[in-house]
């Protein structure tokens, strides 16, 4: 993933750390369950799962790129398995600054 501010590439990990400076961590869940009781997303958050797999937050739900789950689509994440390990917890929810 490159990261659309300045081009430099961007794994999840970079994401989870906060994309150089350029977005906040603005909150941190035990796990994906924890998603919809949250009140702190926002259209375009970014959930970052352990640092190795990210969906989006659009508003009305979350997209995902996975050939697991089909490629780029919407996603229902409290649906996806427990044993799914692109979403286990630890999860960040990053915003763009």
Do not use: T
């Not at 990261?3 to 603005?26: F, H, I, R, T």
């Amino acid at each position: 993933m490159r990261n659309a501010l300045n081009e430099k590439p961007l794994q999840c990990k970079g994401m989870w750390n906060g994309c150089y400076g350029q977005a906040k961590v603005v909150a941190e869940l035990a796990n994906k369950n924890e998603i919809v009781n949250s009140d702190v997303l926002c259209a375009d958050d970014v959930l970052d799962f352990h640092g190795i797999h990210v969906a989006v937050f659009i508003g009305n739900g979350f997209m995902d790129s996975d050939s697991v789950h089909n490629g780029v689509g919407w996603i229902d994440i409290i649906k996806v398995s427990p044993y799914d390990r692109w979403f286990s917890d630890p999860v960040r929810v990053v915003r763009w600054n």
